[in-house]
T-cell receptor, first 114, second 112 residues
């Protein structure tokens, strides 16, 4: 069965500092990996996704993620966070095609301090 | 990107009543729609997968007679919570897929 682990429940970062959110997955085949962001009371917005090819994926809002098969990881990074990045971040794994279910991690809440 | 809407965005109902939540893909046709449930400060849990014109596939532990899903067209799926109870209070999020999932803004259900 597929699963996603986000080890960090809550992370606090100073504005302008770098950020890395961890994600580890378990999947029986080649994984298709996603990062979503959710603001309070809102739906999910896709930040980036990895299907194949270059293992370093660029997303929106200055985010990037790197797929490391040997470590079963897909960590999200941003070189300099902004106060508006404060939100909940979810890593997910699923199958290509979009018509297969996604399995989400438990999320990491990001707090930005001045 | 593709837009998915949900209606209502927020609903409060009395225990024992039924509530219908609509999920619409506004600018594309969705062959598959998904319904998720999210408890406060927790992740999204898939409830069911809905394909247009066929019965929904429910995840283990989800009562299909309590959470009725109808996917009558390629742009609309509905989730009806029947005989709602306080423990059904949650944030319900749908997604619509045309080879990629696009998420709706969610519906906050509060059952008194």
């Amino acid at each position: 069965a597929q699963s996603v682990t986000q080890p960090d429940i809550h992370i606090t970062v100073s504005e302008g500092a770098s950020l890395e959110l961890r994600c580890n997955y378990s999947y029986g085949a080649t994984p298709y990996l996603f990062w979503y962001v959710q603001s309070p009371g809102q739906g999910l917005q896709l930040l980036l996704k990895y299907f194949s090819g270059d293992t370093l994926v660029q997303g929106i809002k200055g985010f990037e993620a790197e797929f490391k098969r040997s470590q079963s990881s897909f960590n999200l990074r941003k070189p300099s966070v902004h106060w508006s990045d404060a939100a909940e971040y979810f890593c997910a794994v699923g199958a290509v095609g979009g018509n297969e279910k996604l399995t989400f991690g438990t999320g990491t809440r990001l707090t930005i301090i001045p | 990107g593709a837009v998915v809407s949900q209606h209502p965005s927020r609903v409060i109902c009395k225990s024992g009543t039924s509530v219908k939540i609509e999920c619409r893909s506004l600018d594309f046709q969705a062959t598959t729609m998904f319904w998720y449930r999210q408890f406060p400060k927790q992740s999204l849990m898939l409830m069911a997968t809905s394909n247009e014109g066929s019965k929904a596939t429910y995840e283990q532990g989800v009562e299909k007679d309590k959470f009725l899903i109808n996917h009558a067209s390629l742009t609309l799926s509905t989730l009806t919570v029947t005989s709602a109870h306080p423990e059904d209070s949650s944030f319900y999020i749908c997604s619509a897929s045309n080879n990629e999932q696009f998420f709706g803004p969610g519906t906050r259900l509060t059952v008194l």
